[in-house]
């Protein structure tokens, strides 16, 4: 005679219960898992996030603690099977998803392959998705063999679905390197840092070689001095630069998911070493960098315009000031070199000179008193000329004004201007300021007075085609939200192709003045959920308001903020429903900057996380955006669940 245990005894009295609203085979599917682990009738902490790991749930430990001592009615550490079985549909089977599952469900209980590729072309804009292709993410996401061997999906197959990767709010395809890399340097977006050593402010804060490692910008700026000030116990700057350069030409082209960037890097300098200290930097960057370096032009002839990122690939690019001409470079190149420690006299500018009415930063003078008193007797920095040899496509030229650059640059010059400047040539001279830029590589820079290392609002620069805003990648931020949602375009490159209308010779371009020129769409996203968002850093009962702010930045006629309302006492499962529509003029521009935050009564409110993407970049439909926090690091499995729609007017 067979022995029945307690939790066979159980399973027969809760299977009516269940399968009155379940599908049988979910059911025993579900039995069949967690059948081991409940042989001795109840389970604690431990063997739930076993069981739920074994179910491949992505969960938050802080939310899963929370509702399993709510569950643990007799306060013992133990649950039941039906406690876990509800911690699981909690997590898992939210009402949201099983709603949307239910309303293409003939019967309530399974997804036909017909049935899903109807969801895919209504509900997910994949308007040529036939059955073939709903077989194919049954067999990828639905777990119960059953129901894959009858091509139908059930709620857990769905649910699966639904939170995978091609459910992202970003573009799958956008993840990879999928535009047109033949275009000269000057026709992208570049992604920049400045003063990337610097991991604190910029004044007393320390320096690190984290600084150049942990960044996958595609400008670096680097800075080289003869003063002491960046002593690291034995390690003098120099020596700190050389290792930075080793940290970049090892590790830099990197990304986070471990493939290799391809594309140019740009070191820019910020020389202000003596000639002899100038000659054993460009010593060091050949020795290191060796024949990653660029040092000849492609066709050893002088460019008549900048090559691309794919003539380019594999190479760094040294951004400094130039003696003489390229073309001077060029002719020495077939001969050998005569007394390479000659020295070019050229006054210098500093790539960081500062637009206040001082002329100088803060910074500089509390460290280059005796630079100063050199430039205001007239002494001139001299420029080595081995190290001017290295600067080829990106030659440091002081910025004047627009109509001097039309008259006198070369391709292969760049400026560097300060953000004061800069902003004031954006308010006066908006479509001249885009018709330099489409011709040179522009590098925008903060303000001196920044001594905290906080940072100004990329968004308008890039309006008008600049294209190395460097940010003060070490403090997090609104504006590094920006820049980090940007360049996860085109596979995370670093580089972005600009619009076709900051491209264009011609370009009559002014960000101020865009109404119906520029493909306007009309955009409606519904904050439908969120899911185990983060707990309030105020709140020790890890209990919060959560509130969605969406925030449009573009041009100036795109800039817009809404939000929902607070959701009270909830941030493992808040509904919200709510939707907003706006009109976004320039769609090629703009960024959409998804934050959650706990509302507070009196403080203001808690940064609970953010997401960031472009505008084009993101998926319509049913989607989750993934949070991610200040720092840029993932907070899953918080998200939030939205429908996506937009339309060109």
């Not at 100088?360 to 008193?373: A, F, P, V």
Request: proline share 4%; glycine share 4%.
């Amino acid at each position: 005679m067979k022995i029945v245990n307690a939790v066979d005894i159980f399973r027969i009295k809760i299977v009516n219960v269940v399968e009155s609203s379940l599908n049988s085979l979910s059911y025993t599917w579900f039995m069949d898992m967690i059948y081991d682990e409940f042989r001795e009738g109840k389970i604690n902490i431990d063997k739930t996030l076993k069981l739920l790991n074994k179910f491949e749930v992505s969960y938050d430990y802080v939310h899963v603690k929370k509702v399993f001592k709510k569950n643990d009615k007799q306060k013992s550490g133990l649950i039941t099977m039906e406690d876990f079985r509800a911690i699981y549909r909690m997590l898992l089977h939210r009402p949201e998803l099983v709603e949307l599952f239910s309303s293409y469900s003939a019967n309530k209980k399974v997804l036909s392959s017909t049935n899903l590729a109807e969801f895919l072309r209504k509900e997910q804009f994949e308007l040529s998705a036939n059955e073939g292709r709903a077989v194919s993410l049954i067999n990828r996401y639905e777990p119960i063999p059953e129901a894959r061997s009858q091509k139908e999906m059930t709620i857990e197959g769905f649910t699966r679905y639904m939170l995978s990767e091609e459910c992202s709010l970003f573009k799958t395809e956008n993840k990879t390197v999928y535009q047109d890399m033949n275009f000269p340097l000057c026709d992208y977006f570049i992604s920049s840092s400045h003063n990337t050593y610097l991991i604190q402010d910029q004044l007393i804060g320390p320096s690190h070689l984290w600084g150049y490692a942990k960044e996958q910008e595609t400008c670096v700026k680097i800075e080289s001095r003869k003063t002491e000030r960046f002593k690291i116990g034995k390690m003098s700057f120099c020596l700190f630069v050389i290792v930075g350069l080793k940290a970049i030409n090892a590790g830099i082209r990197y990304t986070d998911n471990g493939k290799a960037s391809d594309y140019p890097i740009i070191l820019s300098l910020e020389n202000h070493c003596s000639p002899p200290q100038q000659e054993r930097m460009a010593a060091h960057l050949l020795d290191i960098l060796r024949d990653s370096l660029c040092t000849t032009t492609i066709d050893n002839a002088v460019p008549t315009e900048l090559p691309s990122p794919e003539q380019l690939k594999l190479k760094i690019l040294i951004k400094n000031k130039k003696a003489g001409s390229l073309q001077d470079t060029l002719h020495r190149r077939g001969q050998k070199y005569q007394g390479l420690t000659e020295e070019t006299e050229d006054t210098m500018e500093s790539d960081d000179e500062d637009d206040e009415s001082t002329g100088r930063t803060l910074k500089k003078t509390l460290i280059r008193k005796q630079s100063k008193k050199d430039k205001e007797k007239g002494h001139k920095v001299k420029v080595a000329l081995l190290l001017s040899e290295l600067v080829i496509y990106t030659a440091s030229r002081k910025f004047v004004s627009f109509e001097d650059s039309k008259e006198k640059q070369k391709c292969y010059q760049n400026n560097s201007i300060g953000e004061v400047k800069g902003q004031k040539l954006i308010s006066r001279r908006a479509p001249d300021f885009v018709s330099h830029t489409v011709r040179f590589l522009t590098r925008i820079y903060p303000k001196g007075t920044r001594t905290d290392s906080s940072n100004y609002d990329p968004q308008e620069f890039w309006n008008v085609g600049c294209q190395l805003v460097a940010l003060n990648f070490q403090t997090p931020g609104v504006q590094m939200d920006l820049l980090i949602g940007k360049f996860l375009d085109n596979g995370g490159s670093g580089y972005v192709l600009k619009p076709e209308f900051l491209r264009r010779r011609d370009s009559a371009f002014d960000p101020f003045n865009v109404a119906d020129r520029y493909n306007p769409i009309t955009l409606t996203i519904k904050i439908i959920s969120g899911c185990q968002l983060p707990p309030s850093n105020l709140s020790k009962s890890n209990k919060a308001d959560p509130l969605v702010k969406i925030e449009i930045h573009g041009v100036p006629a795109d800039m817009t903020k809404r939000q929902t309302s607070a959701i009270k006492n909830n941030a493992l499962n808040p509904r919200w429903n709510e939707t907003f529509t706006f009109t976004v003029q320039v769609p090629d521009l703009a960024l959409i900057r998804f934050v959650v935050e706990d509302q507070m009564a009196v403080l203001a409110n808690d940064f609970l996380g953010q997401f960031t993407l472009p505008l084009l970049s993101m998926n319509k439909g049913y989607r989750h955006v993934p949070l991610v926090s200040k720092l840029g690091v993932t907070l899953k499995p918080a998200s939030l669940f939205v429908y996506i729609w937009y339309f060109q007017q």
